[in-house]
Every structure is written in C-alpha cells, then in structure tokens.
C-alpha cells in the first residue's frame, strides 16, 4: 500500500463521485486531506466523508473548504482554509485538480457561455489554483500535481467538443508544468478515466456509454470510483517518483496509449 503518513493533500470535487473516492483512497493510505466542493447541497455529503475519514485513525487530519472553482477568486479562499486548518506554515505535498463539469451541445448550438463555463472551471480553475499553491508546496520538494482528464481527451464524441477540448488542454498542462517543476523531485501527471458511474456519467448520452463498454478490454465494464483512487494514491506516494509528464489511461483498456 502507498505510504502517505504525514503528507497533506488538496482533492478539489471532493463531495461525490470520483472526487470523494480519491480524498478517501488518500486519507486511508495516511494522508491529512481538505476536500473542496461548491453546492450547498453537497454540505451534508462532505461532513458524511468527513466522519468516514476521521474514523480511519486518530492521525489523519480533514478539513473542507466551500469555493467556486470557475471564479478566480476560490484559490485565496482555499489557501486561507488550508491556513485556518493547518496554520500559515503548513504546506501542500499533493494536489489533485479533479473538480470539472462537462456542457453537452453540439457545435452549432455552443455558446460563449458553453464555452466559459467548461473552461473557467476544468481548465482556468486547475491553473489558478495550482499557481497559487506553488509558494505552498512542500519546500523539500517531492511534491505531487495530479490532474484528472478524460478518455475524452483523445476521443470524438458528438456534442461533448468543450468538455474533450478542455480535457485535451489539461494533458498540455500536465507536460509542461512537469518540466517546470521537475527540478525538485516534484511530479506532474495526468490521469484519464474511462467511463465511472457517478452524476457526471449520468448526464453523458446512453448511446456513447454503451459504446464505450462494448470497446472495453477489461470485462466490459465501468470502471470503479476506487479503481481510479488507487492510481492516484499510487502516483501521489514515494513510489512513483520515476513517472512525470504522463497521462495515463485508466479505462480498463478502453483507450490504450
Ligand atoms: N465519471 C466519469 O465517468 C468520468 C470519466 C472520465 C473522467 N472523469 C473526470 O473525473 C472528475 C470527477 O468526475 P465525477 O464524475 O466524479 O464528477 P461529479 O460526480 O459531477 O462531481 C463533480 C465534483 O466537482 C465539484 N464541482 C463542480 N463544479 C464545481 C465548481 N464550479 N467549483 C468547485 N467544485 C466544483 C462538485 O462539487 P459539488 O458537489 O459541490 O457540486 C463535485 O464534487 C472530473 O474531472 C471528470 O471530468 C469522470
């Protein structure tokens, strides 16, 4: 199992789906977690994952921040939770840009608000927030940026263009934040899931989601919320110091790359 005694982590989207998974997969494997989320409805769903996680030991820490990621303003409300948390010295070893929301629309019907909509957040929202960070990481390095893309990154699927462009971007960060922060043992991956039950899923037409399990290798399913956890626990623990600059595709093959 990874080791992540004493590391702190950010997981953004952390109130349901793949997100809460994640911020659990880390919190079990030792690490002090804040979960940031938005909706007032999700409130009852964070404070649930937070008594899950302090049952798990007495040494894991856990804390939640409310912002609005797609605003340029949630990153200082983040560093100012996080000072709240764990005091102003405190720094961040891993971070997972993982909140993002998709428009359905074909091209003929998108919209500048389409457009701002699925930027602002999947994409403006992990720059801003991993910008502001920076003077926070942990300053004996080793740090971990994990980004969560998509299949949909290197897939055409109708009426989905922002949301796989936005995702398609994301890969762009991920390589080149890895060669800028590479010097201090620090890694930058992306990890990009195949289809995993959860709202998000919901909302994607039937049609494109049957298809995607007809063309799974690994017994034609979805994936699982704790299959995809334990890659980013993987990645984000000592072990995976060797991998950076990479996407990888967690989709029981449905992609291979
Ligand atoms: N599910 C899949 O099949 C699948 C497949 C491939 C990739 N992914 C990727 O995996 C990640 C998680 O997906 P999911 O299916 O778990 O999504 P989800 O169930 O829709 O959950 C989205 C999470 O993001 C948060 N969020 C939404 N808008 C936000 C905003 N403006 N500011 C801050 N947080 C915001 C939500 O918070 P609230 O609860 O407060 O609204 C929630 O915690 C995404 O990056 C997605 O693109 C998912």
Redesign the pocket.
Known sequence: MPNLQGKVAIV????????AGMALELASNGASVML????DS?TP?INDLITKILHLSPKVKVSSCK????TSS?PSAILSALDSWLGPSAHVDILVN?????VINPLSALSVADYTKVFD?NIR?PILLTQALLPRLNPAGHNRIIN?????ARCGMPSLSLYCAS?AALEGLTRCWAAELGKDGTTVNQI?????Q????DNIPKGIVDGQKARTLVQNRLGTVEEVARIVAWLASPEASWVSGQVVSASGGLELY
């Open positions: 953004t989207g952390a109130s349901r789906g793949l997100g940031t989320y938005t909706s999700s769903l912002a609005d990621l797609s949630a993982n909140a993002a929301v998709e957040l929202g969560i893309g998509s299949v949909a995702k990009n899931p195949g289809p995993v959860s709202e998000m899923l």
